[in-house]
C-alpha cells in the first residue's frame, strides 16, 4: 500500500501509506490515479480540477476531498462517484460551485445548503460525513423520502442576437433621386 504526497512546493512525490494528497498542485488531470487502485484517502483540494473529473475505479477508497476546486454540475460528479468509489464514506466539496454554501457564495443560505446536503445523501446513501459535519439519522431520513427532488435545476441561458434591419424607404420617389427615410415608426 503506498501514501502519496504531491507537494506544491516541489511536484516530488512522498511515499507513504494508502493515502493521496494533491492540494494547491494546480492539477487539471488525475492521469496515472488508476495505478493506485488501492487508495483509501485521496485529498484533491485547492486546484483547478472541474467537470471534467475522471476517477479511475477505486473500490478502497472511503475518503475524498475536493474542497476549493471548480466543480459545478453535482448530479455528474456524484453518479460518477457513485459508480468508481462504492465505499465512499466522507466527501467534502466545499468552496465550489455546486456546493452551495453561504460562507463562499453570499446569494446561498443554510436552506440552500440543507437541500444539497439532501441531494448529495439521495446519489450517496453510504456516506458518514458531509463537507465538515457527521450525516444525522434525520438528514438520512429526509435524503430517503425527498432527497431526489432537491436537484437544483439552472436554467438554460439562451446567447442568441437577433439583429433586425428596418427598410424605412419611401416606396414612391422620383427616378434618379436619392431615397428618403421617414423613420423608424413603431
Given at each position: 500500500?503506498?501514501?502519496?504526497?504531491?507537494?506544491?512546493?516541489?511536484?516530488?512525490?512522498?511515499?507513504?501509506?494508502?493515502?493521496?494528497?494533491?492540494?494547491?498542485?494546480?492539477?487539471?488531470?488525475?492521469?496515472?490515479?488508476?495505478?493506485?487502485?488501492?487508495?483509501?484517502?485521496?485529498?484533491?483540494?485547492?486546484?483547478?480540477?472541474?467537470?471534467?473529473?475522471?476517477?479511475?475505479?477505486?473500490?478502497?477508497?472511503?475518503?475524498?476531498?475536493?474542497?476549493?476546486?471548480?466543480?459545478?454540475?453535482?448530479?455528474?460528479?456524484?453518479?460518477?462517484?457513485?459508480?468508481?468509489?462504492?465505499?465512499?464514506e466522507y466527501l467534502s466539496l466545499l468552496g465550489n460551485v455546486a456546493c452551495p454554501n453561504e460562507l463562499v457564495n453570499l446569494e446561498k443560505d443554510e436552506e440552500d445548503y440543507k437541500r444539497y446536503r439532501y441531494f448529495v445523501l439521495h446519489k450517496l446513501p453510504n456516506l458518514k460525513f458531509l463537507d465538515a459535519r457527521k450525516v444525522t439519522?434525520?438528514?438520512?431520513?429526509?435524503?430517503?423520502?425527498?432527497?431526489?427532488?432537491?436537484?437544483?435545476?439552472?436554467?438554460?441561458?439562451?446567447?442568441?442576437?437577433?439583429?433586425?434591419?428596418?427598410?424605412?424607404?419611401?416606396?414612391?420617389?422620383?427616378?434618379?433621386?436619392?431615397?428618403?427615410?421617414?423613420?423608424?415608426?413603431?
Open positions: 500500500k503506498v501514501k502519496i504526497f504531491i507537494s506544491a512546493h516541489n511536484g516530488l512525490p512522498d511515499l507513504v501509506q494508502d493515502h493521496f494528497s494533491c492540494c494547491l498542485c494546480h492539477c487539471r488531470s488525475l492521469e496515472g490515479l488508476s495505478a493506485f487502485g488501492s487508495l483509501e484517502e485521496l485529498i484533491l483540494d485547492n486546484n483547478l480540477l472541474g467537470n471534467d473529473l475522471v476517477l479511475p475505479g477505486l473500490p478502497s477508497l472511503h475518503t475524498l476531498t475536493l474542497n476549493k476546486n471548480q466543480i459545478t454540475d453535482l448530479e455528474c460528479l456524484l453518479d460518477h462517484l457513485a459508480e468508481v468509489t462504492p465505499a465512499l439519522k434525520q438528514e438520512r431520513e429526509e435524503a430517503l423520502v425527498r432527497g431526489a427532488f432537491m436537484k437544483v435545476v439552472k436554467p438554460k441561458v439562451r446567447t442568441t442576437l437577433t439583429v433586425l434591419r428596418f427598410a424605412c424607404w419611401v416606396p414612391f420617389k422620383p427616378r434618379g433621386s436619392p431615397p428618403v427615410c421617414l423613420g423608424c415608426r413603431w
